[in-house]
Structures are given as structure tokens and as C-alpha cells.
């Protein structure tokens, strides 16, 4: 690794450490906060050593999204570091129930934890519910299910601070004029629709009074649905200045779409991506800018966090904090919320430095 790699991944490294205060929209927009329920509250110590041989399972939404995988494997890795042992398993497309099964199944088996990036915060809910009753741990990470069914969710970073600085690098780039539209995931995925929900409230504001969002779209997490969506927003809204996708399967296929067509140079593209997808799109200036955080991070620090739950050292309360490995100490915020740290933008100047 060169010396210039290393200093760009200490600063994302050091990003995820600082971490930042923030809210999920539940927090921010309804009623009661709820504690995660949790029977262990009263018989968590924090002293506790981590146990040994504890089996995790990693359920992202769907497993052909190189995104998820980087997250399993660093969980993985995590794993071995105490001395137990991750699986990742899931359904190949990302729709609501798609997941139901797979918990069942993972139940049946008698893991210590499963950690899910869920597709539909409810629809997994019975299923996860059902786990809890045998003892099992759940950890959401990336995509929450409704906090009432799990007892912690690893955020990988403010889902408010997400949404606002996705709308605020296209306002930037498009001079805060002009319409705009969002290419999403499923139209049921939790973080998407935080994220989106932030982005409008940050609409609203009077800087961006001559934006305007004409259309969210759903490309589902399918490389090809997302690539046809794009093709379509650009033919009904031939205005159209600007498009965020805040998935890093939208994100790419859209940079796919716009780079050999005739909106290439006219038509600004921001989101979430992954370096590696978006490169080629950055270099061959489809894109300029687009934000993420590092997904090794977010996996192993949602190993550390299963684990610490699996070894009673926490219940999922506010206030609690644990040991994370190389990340240091956390702390659990509200709603049974960890945050990993705030999201990093990448551009021609920097991409070079990152591998992931
Ligand atoms: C996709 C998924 C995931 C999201 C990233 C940014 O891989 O939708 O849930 O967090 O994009």
C-alpha cells in the first residue's frame, strides 16, 4: 500500500472513530422514542469477557451486491479476531420478504446473532421476533428493521446528516437551479427512505427554492432495472439537471447509462457509491463527486456489536459502550442506535487512494 493510501485510509479510518452525533428520522419526526426491548438490561456487565466460538450471521438485503459483501467480509474478519465465526447468507433480490425465510432458517440453526440489513423495517419483524424469543441476538446494520425487533442498529452514519449532504453536493454542482429527481433502492428499504425524507426537509429551505424534485425513482438494487430507470427519467424530464441515487447499485448503473449517452456533460450524477464501481465514471467525468463510508468498518464494527450483545457486556441501552477492536470504544446512542462516523465524498483528487 502506498504512503498516500494509507493516509487516505487512516483519514476515513479516523472519520469512523471520531463518529458524530446523530438522529434516525424515527427519532427526529415520531412519537415516542422506544427502547429496544430487551430482557438483558438488568444483567448486562460490561466487564464481561467476550465469549468464544460465538457464530454470527450476516442477512444483508440481497447477495449479489458487492457493497454487502465487502460488509460480511470484514465482519468476518472480525470475527476470527475473537475467535468466532461469521456466515453470510441471503436472498438474491431485495424485495420485502424476500428475508423472512432466510431468518427462520438461521433461527433453526441456533446462531448467536443475526445481523440484518433489512429490506422492509416490518416485514422481517415477526421472523426476528421469533429469534429473540430463542435467545438470539439481532443486530440491524445498514438498513433497520423497526427497532421494537432488534436490539441494536449500526448505523453507518447519521441518517440525517446522509440526506442533507446528498442534496447539498447536487446543489453545489447543479448552482441550487433546476430540476432534479432521485433514483432510489426498493421503495421499502429503511435507509433509502430516511435518507430521501432528509433530503426533502432539506429541500424546503429557502437556498434551493429553484430546485425542484420531480420524480423518485425505484431501480430496486437491480444493476439493470436501475440503468432502464435512469434511461427513463432522463427521456420524461428532458429538463432535468441533476439525479442523486443513494445506493451504490443505482449510483454506478446510472454513470453507466449517462456516460455513453447524449446527457453525458449536461446532466449532474451524485450518490452513494463504492470507489471501485465508480472509477472508470469519475475518470471519465460522467461524475464528479458522490459520498460514501467505508463498508469494511461497518461490518466489523457490527461484529464487535453482536458479539458484545452475544457476551452480555451490553443489552442494547443507551448509554452502554463497548470495545470495537481497531475502532475503539462505542457508545449506544438513542433508539438502540450506534453510528459508525460521517460519510466521506470521493472525487478525481482522492479516488485513486481507496480500494473498495
Ligand atoms: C446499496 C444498498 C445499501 C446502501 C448502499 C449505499 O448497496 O442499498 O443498503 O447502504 O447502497
Redesign the pocket.
Known amino acids: 500500500m502506498t504512503p498516500m493510501r494509507l493516509t487516505a485510509v487512516a483519514a476515513l479510518l479516523t472519520l469512523g472513530i471520531a463518529g458524530c452525533g446523530g438522529t434516525t428520522k424515527s427519532s427526529v419526526t415520531s412519537a415516542p422514542a422506544q427502547a429496544p426491548a430487551s430482557s438483558a438490561a438488568a444483567t448486562a456487565n460490561p466487564d464481561a469477557p467476550l465469549k468464544q466460538g460465538l457464530k454470527l450471521a450476516f442477512l444483508p ?1 440481497q447477495i449479489n ?1 458487492p ?2 459483501t465487502i460488509v460480511a467480509t470484514a465482519g468476518a474478519e472480525a470475527a476470527k479476531e475473537f475467535q468466532g465465526e461469521a456466515k453470510e447468507v441471503g436472498p438474491s433480490d431485495a424485495s420485502a420478504s424476500s428475508q423472512i425465510s432466510y431468518i427462520n432458517t438461521l433461527t433453526q440453526q441456533g446462531h448467536d446473532a443475526i445481523l440484518i ?1 433489512a429490506n422492509d423495517p416490518n416485514a422481517v419483524c415477526g421472523p426476528l421476533q421469533q429469534a429473540r424469543t430463542k435467545g438470539i441476538k439481532i443486530v440491524s446494520y ?2 433497520d428493521a423497526a427497532p421494537e425487533c432488534r436490539d441494536l442498529f449500526i448505523n ?1 452514519a447519521s441518517s440525517e446528516e446522509v440526506g442533507r449532504s446528498q442534496l447539498k453536493l447536487l446543489a453545489e454542482m447543479i448552482g441550487n437551479k433546476g430540476e432534479i429527481a432521485i433514483l432510489s ?1 426498493t421503495a421499502n ?1 429503511t ?2 427512505n430516511t435518507w430521501i425524507d432528509f433530503m426533502k426537509d432539506e429541500l424546503g429551505k429557502p437556498e434551493y427554492k429553484d430546485m425542484k424534485l420531480v420524480k423518485v425513482a425505484y431501480g430496486d ?1 437491480d444493476d439493470q432495472k436501475s440503468f432502464t430507470e435512469t434511461q427513463g427519467l432522463l427521456q420524461a424530464y428532458p429538463d432535468l439537471k441533476g439525479i442523486i441515487s ?4 443505482g449510483v454506478s448503473a446510472a454513470a453507466r447509462y449517462i456516460s455513453g449517452s447524449k446527457y453525458k456533460g449536461k446532466v449532474v450524477l451524485t450518490g ?1 457509491g463504492t470507489p471501485n464501481q465508480m472509477r472508470q465514471f469519475v475518470k471519465d467525468e460522467t461524475v464528479q463527486k458522490f459520498a ?1 463510508w467505508n463498508p469494511k468498518d461497518l461490518g466489523y464494527l457490527a461484529s464487535y456489536a453482536a458479539a458484545a450483545l452475544a457476551s452480555g457486556q451490553i443489552s442494547g441501552a443507551e448509554g452502554e459502550t463497548f470495545k470495537a477492536g481497531k475502532l475503539g470504544e462505542r457508545t449506544i446512542g438513542k433508539n438502540g442506535e450506534v453510528i459508525l462516523g460521517p460519510p466521506f465524498t470521493f472525487e478525481a483528487a482522492n479516488i485513486d487512494q481507496f480500494d473498495f
Do not use: E, I
Not at 443513494?246 to 447499485?249: D, F, H, I, L
Open positions: 438485503k451486491n457493497y454487502m440489513s445498514d438498513s453507518q433502492a428499504a435507509n433509502q438494487d443513494p445506493t451504490t447499485v452513494l460514501l
